[in-house]
Each structure stands twice: as structure tokens, then as C-alpha cells.
């Protein structure tokens, strides 16, 4: 048996990188996909075509996670069509600004809190109240990243969001163990996907910017998703509260030689 065979899984920003990865690991394991995109809609459909080549079901929908009430229309209509959700992957976010706090304007710094932490809070929020209605039991799997613990200079805005991602998901964990609804942070390094774009078409560039991950390398999207396919499945029953940093070692690299 697959092992995700009969779960209904939410993963925001599935149009691209790691979302799309993710989708297309969990229907590989059995499980129908909801497509969330917020701009992208080819790339979102090109991952639903992924989903039904692998005998799953997938829909497409269209959200913006930093506004709430399009978050509650989209899980009015996926439960509408599914019935349930067993899973949600916050995965949808914003790249940091690359300006110092002195020069940054008010609506640069909520833009990328409200994407990356407000969106991870009303999905979450939505989500639970579903789960505790079904009567408990369920997956949150917030994507976060090595910045929710590791600070960057010029990124206040994204290193303060995936910090609060880091303690919500905390205490959503202890909120919700006695109810069976486990959640967890998967915290990647330097992946290669959209986000990285520069890296991905430029190798020497990309060299460069591994020389400080102990692997030498930057990581692939299904790396992230075969992860996520195990924080969703019932082999992870026992895990909660915790983030998996996924990036080559590079959080332990730094101060090395300091």
C-alpha cells in the first residue's frame, strides 16, 4: 500500500520548485492534490497534469495566502469537492527584499510577513478548524527555511517571518497532540528551484555559492518533497514540533573557523 493511499493533500505555491515537487511525491504515494497557485496558473496546471499521469486526482485553485478571505473561499470549495483534507503544506512565500531595515519601506516588510507567516497562519488556522471537526488527526507541514534560525543582513523581512513560522508551528504542535494533528518544519538550504534562478542557469555561480555547504552542492525539490512525504504519512505519528533543516549541512558550517 502506497503511503499515502486515500489522503487529500493542500499545498500552496505547488505551481513551481518545491510545491510542485511535493505534489508530484505525494501522488507517486497515493494521495489527491490540491494545486494551489497564486500567479502561475500554466505551471500549476502543468503539475496537475503530473498528478493524473500518476492515477491521482488534482484541482487546480487559485489563492493568494496573505488575504483571508480568499483563503476561507478556497477551502470552501476544495472541502466542497473533497469532502475533507488530511494534509496541508504552507509552502507558498516571498523572497526577502535585500534591504537594510534603515531603507526599508513599511508595505516591503508587510508584504513579506504577510505572505510568509499571516498566509502559514490562516491556512493553519482553516485547516485545524476542519481537522477538529472531522474529530482530530491530521498533517501541517510548513516550509520554512534555514533563515528561520540562521539571519541574513538585508533580510529582516524574510528572516523574521520564517522565525515566526519557526514558533507557531511550535506551539501549534503542543495546541494540537492530545487531538493527533501533527506539525512539523521542513527548513531547506539553497535549493534549486525559481527562487534561485540566477544559481540554476549560471554553474559558476552556483559553485560559488556551495563552497560554505559541506556537501558542495544545492539541493533538488523532490529531496524536499520525499521529506515531506514522510512528515505526511503515518510513519511520522510520533513526530511533532520539529523542523528538519534540509541543506547540506550548511547550518552547522557557519562560524567555522570564526
Same mark, same amino acid.
Given at each position: 500500500?502506497?503511503? &499515502?493511499?486515500?489522503? =487529500?493533500?493542500?499545498?500552496?505555491?505547488?505551481?513551481?520548485?518545491?510545491?510542485?515537487? %511535493?505534489?508530484?511525491?505525494?501522488?507517486?504515494?497515493?494521495?489527491?492534490?490540491?494545486?494551489?497557485?497564486? !500567479?502561475?496558473?500554466?505551471?500549476?496546471?502543468?503539475?496537475?497534469?503530473?498528478?493524473?499521469?500518476?492515477?491521482?486526482?488534482?484541482?487546480? =485553485?487559485?489563492?493568494?495566502?496573505?488575504?483571508?478571505?480568499?483563503?476561507?473561499? #478556497?477551502?470552501?470549495? =476544495?472541502?466542497?469537492?473533497?469532502?475533507?483534507?488530511?494534509? &496541508?503544506?504552507?509552502? #507558498?512565500?516571498?523572497?526577502?527584499?535585500?534591504?537594510?531595515?534603515?531603507?526599508?519601506?513599511?508595505?516591503?516588510?508587510?508584504? %513579506?510577513?504577510?505572505?510568509?507567516?499571516?498566509?502559514?497562519?490562516?491556512?493553519?488556522?482553516?485547516?485545524?478548524?476542519?481537522?477538529?471537526?472531522?474529530?482530530?488527526?491530521?498533517?501541517?507541514?510548513? =516550509? /520554512?527555511?534555514?533563515?528561520?534560525?540562521?539571519?541574513?543582513?538585508?533580510?529582516?523581512?524574510?528572516?523574521?517571518?520564517?522565525?515566526?513560522?519557526?514558533?507557531?508551528?511550535?506551539?501549534? !504542535?503542543?495546541?494540537?497532540?492530545?487531538?493527533?494533528?501533527?506539525?512539523?518544519?521542513?527548513?531547506?538550504?539553497?535549493?534549486?528551484?525559481?527562487?534561485?534562478?540566477?544559481?540554476?542557469?549560471?554553474?559558476?555561480?552556483?559553485?560559488?555559492?556551495?563552497?560554505?555547504?559541506?556537501?558542495?552542492?544545492?539541493?533538488?525539490?523532490?529531496?524536499?518533497?520525499?521529506?515531506?512525504?514522510?512528515?505526511?504519512?503515518?510513519?511520522?505519528?510520533?513526530?511533532?514540533? /520539529? %523542523?528538519?533543516?534540509?541543506?547540506?549541512?550548511?547550518?552547522?558550517?557557519?562560524?567555522?573557523?570564526?
Amino acid at each position: 500500500m502506497k503511503k &499515502l493511499e486515500g489522503k =487529500v493533500a493542500f499545498i500552496t505555491g505547488a505551481d513551481s520548485g518545491i510545491g510542485k515537487a %511535493t505534489a508530484i511525491e505525494f501522488a507517486r504515494e497515493g494521495a489527491n492534490i490540491i494545486v494551489c497557485y497564486r !500567479s502561475d496558473e500554466k505551471g500549476a496546471r502543468e503539475t496537475q497534469a503530473k498528478v493524473d499521469e500518476l492515477g491521482q486526482k488534482g484541482i487546480v =485553485v487559485q489563492i493568494d495566502v496573505s488575504d483571508e478571505r480568499q483563503v476561507e473561499e #478556497a477551502f470552501d470549495e =476544495v472541502l466542497k469537492a473533497f469532502g475533507s483534507i488530511d494534509i &496541508l503544506v504552507n509552502n #507558498a512565500g516571498v523572497n526577502g527584499s535585500g534591504i537594510p531595515v534603515a531603507d526599508m519601506d513599511t508595505s516591503v516588510f508587510d508584504k %513579506t510577513i504577510r505572505t510568509n507567516l499571516y498566509g502559514t497562519f490562516f491556512c493553519a488556522r482553516r485547516f485545524i478548524q476542519h481537522r477538529q471537526e472531522k474529530g482530530g488527526k491530521g498533517k501541517i507541514i510548513n =516550509v /520554512s527555511s534555514v533563515h528561520e534560525e540562521i539571519v541574513q543582513r538585508g533580510n529582516a523581512d524574510y528572516n523574521a517571518s520564517k522565525a515566526g513560522i519557526r514558533n507557531l508551528m511550535r506551539t501549534l !504542535s503542543l495546541e494540537l497532540a492530545e487531538q493527533g494533528i501533527n506539525v512539523n518544519n521542513i527548513a531547506p538550504g539553497m535549493i534549486l528551484t525559481p527562487m534561485n534562478q540566477e544559481a540554476m542557469d549560471n554553474k559558476e555561480l552556483r559553485d560559488q555559492q556551495t563552497q560554505n555547504i559541506p556537501m558542495k552542492r544545492a539541493g533538488e525539490p523532490e529531496e524536499i518533497g520525499r521529506l515531506a512525504v514522510f512528515l505526511a504519512s503515518s510513519d511520522s505519528d510520533y513526530v511533532t514540533g /520539529s %523542523t528538519y533543516f534540509m541543506d547540506g549541512g550548511l547550518s552547522l558550517n557557519i562560524g567555522q573557523g570564526a
